[in-house]
């Protein structure tokens, strides 16, 4: 490995663990809104996967979330859970926003194609949040069937307001962050 493979990598590394104590920093920060709260981590994670890639975003994402969870004082397997489903919410982003950038027209970055990134994230995150919030109801807490509906929909509506947020500020944050970031090298260039 050259030198200069080592500083990126060395940088690519830093950057990512700043994400995720970003992301953690952000799960701290709650607004309330309709009867829930709004958070700012969602955004951040989406943005991972925008600015790091799918693998590294989704690392960060995750870790920035498990490490609220740990500190928190969830279980093992509640950390667990948050890690797969924030690293899955930031490798969707970053896999439609990074996947076909070679096919595009002079390397240009298509401001919908951002968007469609962070909607598909942020929908892969609202879905497996109620999946897991179905599996514990039903099969952890054992409640029936009947009464899983209104805690499934008390959980849905805040869950969809945060991805709607998420949606708004993770492309906005991006396009302000890009250009001094990849002045210091540390987005990939598009």
Known sequence: MNENNALSSTRKIAFCGVMAALIYAATLLRIPFLGSKVHFANAFCLLAGLLLGPVSGGIAAG???????????????GILITFVSKFAMALVCGLIFHGRRKAEPSGKMAPLRTILACIAGALTYVLLYMLK???YQRFVYGVPLDAITP???????????NALFAIIAA????????????????????
Do not use: Q
């Open 63 to 77: 870790m920035g979330s498990a490490i609220y969870d740990l500190f928190a004082g969830y279980d093992f397997v």
């Open 133 to 135: 919030t179905y599996i």
């Open 151 to 161: 805690v499934m929909w008390s959980k849905f509506v805040p869950s969809i307001i």
């Open 171 to 190: 492309p906005l944050l991006f396009y302000a962050l890009k250009p001094g970031l990849k002045v210091l090298g540390l987005t990939k260039s598009h």
